[in-house]
Every structure is written in C-alpha cells, then in structure tokens.
T-cell receptor
Framework: EAGVAQSPRYKIIEKRQSVAFWCNPI?????LYWYQQILGQGPKLLIQ????????DSQLPKDRFSAERLKGVDSTLKIQPAKLEDSAVYLC???????????FGDGTRLSIL | SQQGEEDPQALSIQEGENATMNCSYK?????LQWYRQNSGRGLVHLIL?????REKHSGRLRVTLDTSKKSSSLLITASRAADTASYFC??????????????FGQGTILTVHP
C-alpha cells in the first residue's frame, strides 16, 4: 500500500511569513495526526483528527497554527505568522482508527530565517 | 510535555552485539509503543505492548513492560548496521480523549558499527 505522502519536503521562509503543509494519509485511514519534531527531540502531537472532526488540539498554538481535514481525507497545516521557534520537522501520521499503530510520512523540514 | 524518558541518550555497539534501550514514564498508560526513525525519515512502528502484558517479541525485538516501575525496555538481538537509527518509546495515557494520543520520549540514538 502507498504510504503517507507529505509535501513539500523542505521549506525555508522568513519569520512573520506564512507557510502551509499538505498530507495525504493512507487510503481508508480514519485517524490523522500532525506532529512537530524539534531537532534532538521526540515528536509532539499538535492535532488529531478522526475523519474530519478534531479529537485533540490541546497542544496546537491556535494563535498562529491552524489545521483542517476536508472530507476526512487530505489535511493541511498552516502557520501564520511563523516565528523562529517554529523551525522543526512537521510529521503527518495516519492510522486505521485510534487504537491502531500510526504510519508516518517523511515530514516537512521547516527552517525560519 | 514529554512523558517518556529514554536511557541511554546514545548507544554505540558492534554488529552482532545486543542493544538494550530503556524508557521510563510518569502516568498510568493503556499501552506503550516503540518506533524507529532513520535519519531524515518518518517514524516506523516496531511493537506495541499493552498495560496488561509483561513481555512481547517480534523477530529480533523483545520488549518488556513493568507497570509497577513505570518502565519498559527494548532489546534488539544480533544487531546489524541497518539497525542504526533513533528509537523512541511512546505512551498512550489512560483516560479522557487519550485514545491514539501518543506522548513520545526524547529517543535513543543507536549506532551499529560493521
């Protein structure tokens, strides 16, 4: 089966600019996750979707980050405006449902200048 | 916040040797999972152990869980150069909207020399 697809792979922007990341989960996977992974650390969950509804966004900085999952398939994560501390790899993962293991994409590496 | 803490932070061994990584956590869990991450890639799920299980095997991997000590270990036997990667434990906490919500540790960087 095809894996989780993410784009772009790399993005360089200046602080205060906006950026968007795209994720296409594995077909049929109801649950989708966005993680932020800062260099040298483990991933931190930003938001969890079940189909097109939000299950958990308690760690999403909602003043600057937003995410949506239209029609319960693809998802986008947006940062507006970006800060220097947002430099990280943004990982998308999906699973058949909430209790199944998660499958990760290769992420988008974001650098803020 | 990081729920799990891995130990050691880095581990360097020769091919053929065994590698043991440990993970400690703070709150009651439904399950604990181990993931591998190769440089520049996403995480790959290795094994899941539920809170009522004490040991689980998968190929060259052996995972133990001690809920009384809130700790787990991952043993990789007969390591290969291809096992070189970062290894993360992740816990799913009990209660609330926690189903599927994983909290990852900082990871152990494993280097296996040919």
């Amino acid at each position: 089966e095809a894996g989780v697809a993410q784009s772009p792979r790399y993005k360089i922007i200046e602080k205060r600019q906006s950026v968007a990341f795209w994720c296409n989960p594995i077909s049929g996977h109801a649950t989708l996750y966005w993680y932020q992974q800062i260099l040298g650390q483990g991933p931190k969950l930003l938001i969890q979707f079940q189909n097109n509804g939000v299950v958990d966004d308690s760690q999403l900085p909602k003043d600057r980050f937003s995410a949506e999952r239209l029609k319960g398939v693809d998802s986008t994560l947006k940062i507006q405006p970006a800060k220097l501390e947002d430099s990280a790899v943004y990982l998308c993962a999906s699973s058949l449902d909430e209790v199944q293991p998660q499958h990760f994409g290769d992420g988008t590496r974001l650098s803020i200048l | 916040s990081q729920q799990g803490e891995e130990d050691p932070q880095a581990l360097s061994i020769q091919e053929g040797e065994n590698a043991t990584m440990n993970c400690s956590y703070k709150t009651s869990i439904n399950n604990l999972q181990w993931y591998r991450q190769n440089s520049g890639r996403g995480l790959v799920h290795l094994i899941l152990i539920r809170s009522n299980e004490r040991e689980k095997h998968s190929g060259r991997l052996r995972v133990t869980l001690d809920t009384s000590k809130k700790s787990s270990s991952l043993l990789i036997t007969a390591s290969r150069a291809a096992d070189t990667a970062s290894y993360f434990c992740a816990t799913e906490k009990v209660g609330g909207t926690s189903y599927g919500k994983l909290t990852f540790g900082q990871g152990t960087i494993l280097t296996v020399h040919p």
